[in-house]
């Protein structure tokens, strides 16, 4: 199983910055991908960012280029750095795990963070 807990978010102004993190806890040897989505207000959840072991990172249009994602060394916690925020930044984001590997088994089970709020102000 996998543990999420998320941390960073808070109140800030256009154009300021925050740092989210993602800690994943649990029996898991791996965790292959790990991801960023958040959910607007009165929108459906959608996909911020999105970055497999080794890979390349995905980002959705209306973050590239002001979001960046990324991996600790230890493997265990994913970042989402922002840049040049906007209110329409505005949301409550999660942090997801689709799936983990515990020895040589991969379990097809996502795990989802509690979210932290992110407020951009105009």
């Known amino acids: 199983q996998v543990q999420l807990v998320e941390s960073g978010g808070g109140l800030v102004q256009a154009g300021g910055s925050l740092r989210l993190s993602c800690a994943a806890s649990?029996?898991?040897?791996?965790?292959?991908?790990m991801g960023w989505y958040r959910q607007i207000p009165g929108k459906q959840r959608e996909l911020v960012a999105l970055?497999?072991?080794?890979?390349?990172?995905d980002y959705a249009d209306s973050v590239k280029g002001r979001f960046t994602i990324s991996r600790d060394n230890a493997e265990n916690t994913v970042y989402l750095r922002m840049n040049s925020l906007k209110p329409e930044d505005t949301a409550v984001y999660y942090c997801?795990?689709?799936?983990?590997?515990?020895?040589?088994?991969?379990?097809?089970?996502?795990?989802w963070g509690q979210g932290t709020q992110v407020t951009v102000s105009s």
């Open positions: 970055v497999a072991l080794g890979g390349r990172p």
């Open positions: 997801n795990v689709p799936g983990y590997s515990s020895r040589n088994i991969y379990y097809q089970r996502a795990f």
């Open positions: 649990g029996s898991f040897s791996s965790i292959n991908t």
